[in-house]
Each structure stands twice: as C-alpha cells, then as structure tokens.
C-alpha cells in the first residue's frame, strides 16, 4: 500500500481520559491521580488553529470495527466445523454475549466510539472559544456530524433498532456533549428517542458547515457526500422516507451517482484478488464516501473464521438473483471451504521500523454510494414510487450483472412477483432491494442492521446439530455494554 493510502491517523493525537473512562472504565484512582499531575503534552492540547483542530479531528472516527461480530450474527454465514479460532466470530454465531475485549469485539467498538466523541467535543470547544470564531466553520461541521455518527452507531448496536411505538421507553446509550473535567463522570443512558433526536440536531447543525475545499484527502473526513450518506441512513432508520430521498438527491452533483458506482461488471472484472483489496477501501475509489481505519484482525481471518460464508450461503447470496443474470462478484476460496470476495484487507503497522510486532488494520468504507442508491430505492419503495424503485434497481444491475442486457435484464414489477412468489408490489420491491443490499455488502457486516430493522428471525445450526434461533425481540439482538461501563453508571444491557 502506498504512504497516501494510509494517513497520519494511525497514531492517535488525542486521547481524552474521559473517553477512556467512559469507554474501558480500568484506570485505578490512584493511577489517574498520577496520570492528571503530569504536565499536558502540547501536541495534544495545542488547538490555536483550524488546522490543529483538523488535526485533532482525524481521530474522531472509530479506530474499531462492529463487522466480525455483526457479520457472525447474521444470516451470511454457517458453523465450517474448522476454521479460525476467534471470540467475537465464535460467541456472535452462538448469539452469546461475547467474552473478548480485543479486537473487533463489542467492548473495543464502545471504547473506540466514546474516543472519537471525547475528540468531537474538544474539537468543538475548540471552535467555541477562539476569537475568530468563523475561521473554524468547517471544522465544527465535521465535530459535529462526527459526533452524531458515532453515538449513532453506538445505538444501533448497543440498543434496540429505533420504532416510533417503542424508542421513548427504550433504554439507550450515553450522548455525551463536552469534555470531562473529572476522573469517573457519571452518566444516564436515557432512551433511543432522546438519542435519535441529539444525533439529528448534531447533522442538521453540522450539515450547512461541511466543505470539501477543508480537506486534502476528502475522503477520510465528513466530506459532503458523505454527509448526506449518513443523513440518507438515519433518516431510513428513522423512517422518515421523504428525507431520505432528499438528501440522496443532494449527494452527488447533478444527481450523478451511475458515475460514482463501482465497476464490478467492468474494469474490476479484470482485476486480480490483490488488485481488488487494493482499490475497494482506497481513497481513490469514487464510490468510497467516507473510509476509515480500524484496529482489525478482520481483514487477516475473513473467509478463514470457522464460522463464516460456506458454499451454500454464497450459492444462496450470489447465485439467482430477480434479472435472470449472474452477478460479476469474483468468489475466491483458500482451501476448500473459506469462501471470500476480495474486499477488506490488512495492513500492517510495525511498531518502529525494525520491529516484527504491530498492529492489524483495515481500511474500512462506512458510506458508499451503492448505499445512498438503497437507501433511496427502499424510502421510495415505502412511498410507492414504483418507477423510481425500479430506475434504481436497474441501474444497479447495470453495474454488477456480468454480460449486462437491459433487454433481457430488465427488473419490473411481472419479474418481481414471480420470482418471489409474491403478489404484494411494496414488499416485492423490498424483498428486492435487501436482497441486493445482502449481496453487495457481503462479509461487511451490513446484513445485521437489515434484520434488526425489518425484525428478521436469524437460524444458526452447528456442526454437532444443535439450532439456534434469534428471533425479533430477543434481549440477545442487543450486544451487550462492556461490564467496565457500570463505573460510570451506565446499565448493561437485560439477558
């Protein structure tokens, strides 16, 4: 990979003890009382300057990913009988509270998310009290969406899928909007509603401030794009459909989103395995909105976990499909039983420059324009503009149907219907659009949400013949908070 590929973000700049009370809750008194007795370092405090606040601001992304233990909880994948040994695969697949604070388990996800909120709100007193206040416009934009993404996150994982009938009395997770001043702060949960309206008073604030004239690599920041991505999601999330349309309008200049698609029926066609890992989190990759690192083994062990996409899930997920055509996915396999699509891959990080330890990461999309195409075909299938659903649903056979033939590949309404069996036009299209969302966001950990959303019963089966059922309203569709969190008086989660 090359230097552009990797930004300064790997070493972080800022780490608040706030956030790592909230998030690890393991400092001893006696221990912050040394840790608050030093001199600051200024190259953590020093934020005179938009510049410095940027700076400050590339760390306000989570450095951890949610895709191993959301992918192992879904529907994607089966028990291999062999394979990689990991917790957070092991003990999602079996929908037990997972027993690792590592990497890509649950406790390093809620660690990483209240990190890049402690670095969102010192970003944003940093803009509050400079003289000149307008001269950090943008950079408070950025804070501010920032923070709303990651306590949005948070929720959607560590609280129940948001329901107008149901998210005032949910409990949900803490919205934390300033830095802390004090060793153990203590914190109330209160409910998703209070949430969902805290991370949409963030986006709207933050959403006129965003410029990509801030940035000289977009695409690692809240660029524009990509915060109308993240307003398209919330708002389908929160079901307000109009919205979602709204903003996916607004995404692309001119409405321009055929040109910002990946080529995977074209030039990716072509392209070798480490050709595709190369370009799929890249920069460069028009279809990449928003990428960030993450502190991952995912990318050394997907396709490799025991419990993982085996030949009948990838026949299920990538076979047939409603166009009559193939899809242009390329399937690898090690062995004979690790499927995998080259996506996400590791990248290593030597601790200095003669060492042979480090640290794992993965450079992670976490908005795509193929995602805006679905969020805005899904909100218009719930309205019922047919035709737009269907405009949307062949532009993207175009892009990923091999041979592609509008004549013989055209999607409407006739197909639909017979190829689910379905007479009902509003949930052919829906079954349509999750069908192809599956596919594209194969091994990304996606899935999840789509059955939390839509309150889809998962069945996992193991080797030895034991049937494991989730079913909608189930305590375990809710990971678990990290024990660690009770410091700060935060409720775990009802099992």
Request: aromatic share 12%; hydrophobic share 40%.
């Amino acid at each position: 990979m090359k230097p552009l590929y990797i930004t300064s973000t790997y070493t972080r700049i800022f780490k608040p003890l706030a956030a790592v009370i909230l998030a690890a809750g393991i400092l001893s008194l006696c221990g912050c009382k040394k840790y608050l007795e030093q001199v600051p370092d200024s190259t953590w405090t020093d934020l005179s300057t938009p510049a410095k606040v940027s700076k400050l601001l590339g760390t306000a992304y989570p450095q951890s990913s949610y895709i191993a233990m959301c992918e192992a909880m879904s529907d994607n994948v089966a028990d291999k009988g062999v394979g990689v040994y990991d917790r957070p695969n092991q003990d999602a697949y079996m929908f037990r509270d997972i027993q690792s604070v590592d990497a890509d388990s649950p406790e390093a996800y809620w660690h990483a998310c209240y990190e890049a909120i402690a670095a969102t709100n010192q970003a944003l007193q940093a803009c509050d009290k400079a003289e000149d206040k307008s001269a950090y416009t943008h950079q408070r934009g950025e804070a501010l969406i920032a923070r709303a993404y990651a306590h949005f996150m948070l929720v959607n994982i560590f609280a129940a899928m948001y329901d107008p009938a149901t998210a005032a009395g949910a409990p949900g997770i803490p919205y934390v909007t300033e830095p802390e001043t004090v060793v153990i702060k203590q914190y109330q949960r209160r409910t998703v509603a209070y949430v969902y309206d805290m991370i949409e008073r963030d986006l709207l604030e933050g959403l006129p401030l965003i410029s990509d004239d801030a940035y000289s690599v977009p695409r690692f920041h809240f660029n524009r794009s990509a915060a109308y991505a993240f307003a398209t999601r919330f708002y389908l999330y929160k079901k307000d459909y109009q919205k979602v349309i709204s903003y996916a309008n607004q995404t692309f200049s001119n409405n321009d989103v055929a040109n910002n698609m990946r080529p995977w029926n074209t030039s990716y066609s072509s392209m070798s395995p480490d050709q595709l890992n190369d370009i799929y989190a890249n920069a460069k990759e028009n279809a990449n909105l928003l990428i960030a690192e993450t502190n991952s083994l995912y990318g050394r062990n997907v396709g490799r976990y025991r419990y993982d996409l085996d030949y009948a899930h990838q026949i299920q997920i990538l076979g047939y499909n409603v166009t009559g055509g193939r899809w242009a996915f390329p399937v690898y396999y090690y062995g004979s039983q690790d499927y995998f699509v080259p996506k996400l891959t590791e990248y290593f990080v030597k601790s200095s420059v003669n060492a042979t330890i480090g640290q794992t990461y993965v450079m992670t999309p976490l908005f795509t324009t193929e995602e805006v195409l679905f969020n805005r075909a899904e909100a218009n299938a719930h309205l019922m503009n047919t035709s737009e659903v269907l405009k949307d649903l062949n532009l993207y056979a175009s892009k990923r149907i091999r041979n592609y033939n509008p004549g013989a590949h055209e999607i409407t309404l006739d197909r639909i219907q017979g190829f689910y069996a379905i007479s009902d036009v509003k949930a052919g299209l829906i079954h349509t659009i999750l069908d192809f969302k599956r596919a594209e966001f194969l091994q990304e950990g996606m899935r999840w949400f789509d059955l939390q959303r839509y309150k889809m019963t998962v069945v996992h089966t193991t080797r030895e013949g034991a049937v494991l059922e989730l079913k909608a309203g189930d305590k375990r569709c809710v990971f678990q908070i990290p024990q660690a969190a009770t410091t700060s008086g935060v409720e775990l989660n009802p099992r």
